[in-house]
């Protein structure tokens, strides 16, 4: 039988995890199932997945240019990261110690986010895209190859489309999808004026709508209230955008509940969410995606540390939240929710690793959720997240044998290869040159283009 092209393949896995299940999301027990493959391969094409299996199957039927040995190594989908704040100016690592230390009354959030909107309005449009490449060249080498990114620190209307348009234009081997930030927190100039400041995010959506996949929106004690989020959400899924929920992070404002209400595409925090709103998310299809770095961050993992008087409730504790989303039957997913404030992070590595000890979920569970939940995240599963034939071509290949040693040895960065849309980005943990960005202005591939060749 003669052997069919490919542009690349890769064999001698020691393992192969495909991550694969159903593009609704993998839910309840399934979560705790993970297939893999010993010496196992794939061979890619055109940036599609042509085929996966064992190291004799995939080599009796493939030739290829490019041959990776990933002996004694881990292959796995490249993650998926569904929560950042890509772009912003400043960093808040005097907070953060005065928070820690306790030596000062620590700031509520919104007067953070607040500063960080003063830094991102001092930096130069230049200043904030190197940044933002740079970070994402990090993400890249830790095994990142979608993220998606949203505004939220210009809060003025001008100010939030600019950071949208900057993030739209972005060009890199991680696929970038950006979301406009409708709802963050109130500025202080329009205190008392919350109806013009509503009616100011709605003005801003028809422009958003041309640059954004999605549209967000804060439903919590500080930021808007169940009512303002249902009505900025409906004015924005008219114009066309997906929506996603910063929901419940510092109490229950039923911000579970209008992401489901709004069949947003996810419900991101979630720490103070009801049973009814995460039934309701469960019914909805919506995704609950979880941020073990701001847990950490946040000092989170302990009951009644004081913050700054925030809330008088004491902290739920995370594992039995989580715990509770996977039970109710929701689709969970994790994210790094990248931000100077809550979670400087931008490794998924690292949610990985926190995951596990702060949330105490399984390893298997932990894939599942940074790969295709995270990809149907982004409404994006039917595409990518998982290694299956004709999906997209992300992948990561790893410096140690095992899906369980990825997540058991932590704190520095084990990801060795990584392929991007059929392309190899990073080798021998670097950067290829000239391979991460890609030229300015050009398109993106379209999710699905290349199937049609298969
Ligand atoms: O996703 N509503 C929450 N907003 C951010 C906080 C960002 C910050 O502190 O700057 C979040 O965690
Ligand atoms: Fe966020």
Known sequence: M???????????????????????????????????IPDGALAIRDGRILAVGSTAEVSRRFAAPVTIDAS????????????????????????????VTQRAPARRMDGGIRYTVRKTAEASDAELVARAY???DTMLLHGTTTLEAKTGYGLER?????????????????????????????????????????????????????????????CDPICFTFDECLQVG???????????????????????????RLHATAADHLDYASDEGFRALAAAGTVATFLPGVTLHMCEMTPRFADGGLTDAEKPFMPLV?????????????????????????????VMALAARLFRLGYAEIWNMCTLNAARALDLAEDRGSLEAGKRADVAVWN??????????????????????????VEGG??????????AGAPARKAGAAMARM
């Open 322 to 350: 989580v715990r509770r989303a996977i039970d109710a039957g929701v689709a969970v997913a994790l994210s790094t929710d990248y931000n100077p404030g809550s979670c400087p992070t931008p490794s998924m590595q690292m």
């Open 158 to 218: 001008a100010a939030e489309l600019r950071l949208l348009r900057l993030t739209a234009g972005l060009r890199h081997a991680i696929d970038v999808v950006p979301t406009f930030l409708a709802l963050h927190v109130l500025p202080e100039e329009y205190a008392g004026r919350r109806a013009d400041y509503l009616a100011a995010a709605v003005g801003a959506l028809e422009e958003a709508s041309g640059l954004a996949t999605y549209c967000d929106v804060s």
């Open 234 to 260: 409906a004015a924005a899924r008219a114009t066309g955008m997906k929506i996603r929920v910063h929901a419940d992070q510092f109490g229950d404002a039923r911000g579970a509940l209008a992401a489901a």
């Open 2 to 36: 003669a052997k069919r092209n490919a542009d690349v393949v890769i064999v001698h896995a020691a393992e192969l995890v495909t991550c694969g299940g159903p593009p609704e999301g993998i839910r309840g027990a399934a979560l705790q199932r993970l297939e893999t």
């Open 400 to 425: 140690v044998p095992s899906h369980g040693m990825a997540i058991n040895r932590f704190g520095v960065n084990l990801v060795d290869t990584v392929i991007a849309d059929g392309a190899v980005v």
């Open 134 to 136: 740079a970070d994402l």
């Open 72 to 99: 004694g190594r881990l292959v796995s989908p490249g993650l998926v990261d569904p929560h950042s704040h890509l772009l912003y100016g400043g960093t808040r690592h005097e907070e953060h110690e005065a928070k």
């Open 430 to 439: 670097r950067l290829k040159r000239g391979r991460a960005r890609r030229r």
